[in-house]
């Protein structure tokens, strides 16, 4: 297992290109089995949950490529599929387990072929997650489904012996946080293929909604409304071939505006969905980090400069659907509040157990006191370098954070970092090129550098 080692302290300062988004990519290449068209998807990142899917996909009888930009500024690379065996229609437990965004499939494949097999997801380590409401929603569209030995089946009940389709109609995706982005992803997907019209109340606002809603339009999907809780989808007979640039990616550009603010930095970040990111960037701005960035420029493409200095201001956040603050965000801002100068309040209500970083934080040195669903952030002079262990995807953004700011004799050294290339490419090396002092020692290294080991 690979770890990173970093020396903190340094000013990051340079210029980066945010990559295209994983949590859209997700949804958007199991969209692909909606077609037997050629499809393609531009600036997929290279990241251990895209390879998930790729295999997945090619599991279910599509024929899939995926070429990586070797250049680490590219935004990423393109990704093609094609379905050629649909008769094949059962998503296992082996890689639903790797990957919970597994259960994208399910949708896509129901509409299309009339039944699918999917594992149920497990829990995870920021929570239960469950997916009733997903189900609740295709079983809403006519879909028979059950549960058989820990798979989820879902069929559409054919009509005099032939085969049939779901029906559209109007189904309500709330819960008791809010909507559910997959779960809208899911139905949404599943009614573009539905004799008649679907109204999806409660639906998710999240931008990779709207970007999969785009794609689906291009595809020959007749949707309206996406990017606000009601979404209407006009039934079409069959989608056809797509060739579409994904959004870019808002949580590592989130992220990265949390590297410049806990480093005190000057970062531009290039391909920038500021759109998508402003309640993040409210939270900075009244923090006192600067952020600048062209108003005639695309809003989710922009290049924006964030600049900041040492003694940041405390703030009170609380986690929200979108537009609110991010669930995916939380652990990282966390971090640069550790060293703000005062009291800050974090409260998580989508997640509401995503906390594993505080104790690891809390190692180096920071004063976190969690009540609940509330943590208090009370500021500290400095953080101090410690081994950390990486408990999921944004707890891993949060502690290199903190090790990117800790000093003192030693480095931080992060265990684990798997988690971290489920959602950030070659985090190391773009840090590196920011002026960070960051080294990921892979078990490899270990064995070569080991006395007697040739
Ligand atoms: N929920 C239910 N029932 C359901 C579905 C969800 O009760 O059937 C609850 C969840 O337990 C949670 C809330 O509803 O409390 C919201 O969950 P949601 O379904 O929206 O999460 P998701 O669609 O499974 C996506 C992202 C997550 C992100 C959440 C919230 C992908 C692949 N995953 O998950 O991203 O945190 O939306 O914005 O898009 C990450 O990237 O690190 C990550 C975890």
Redesign the pocket.
Known sequence: MDRFEIRGGNRLAGRLTIKGS??AA?PMMAAGLLTDQPFVLRDIPDLADINNMVRLLGELGCQVSRQSADDIESPGGVFTLRAVDESISHARYDIVRTM??SICVLGPMLARRGYARVSLPGGCS?????????LRGLSALGADITLDQGDIIARVPKVHGKPGRLKGTRVFLG?????????TANVMSAATLAEGTTVIECA?C?P?IVDLANLLNAMGAKITGQGSPRITIEGVKELGAVDHRIIADR?EAGTYMCAAAITAGDITLDNCPVDALMAHMDRLHHMGVTMQWDAKADPMRASCRITATRGLKPIEVTTQPHPGF???LQAQLMAVLCLAEGNSVITER??TERFLHVAELSRMGAQLYRQGSTVIVSGVRKLTPAPVMASD??ASASLILAGLAAEGPGPTVINRVYHLDR?YEKMELRLQSLGAEVQRISERDEATLAPGVA
């Open positions: 994983k949590n997700l919970r965004a920021i929570g239960e997650r469950p997916v009733d409401i997903h819960g008791p946080f809010g909507s559910t982005v997959l779960g998710a999240e990779e949580i991010p669930t995916d989508i997640f995807l944004r959602g």
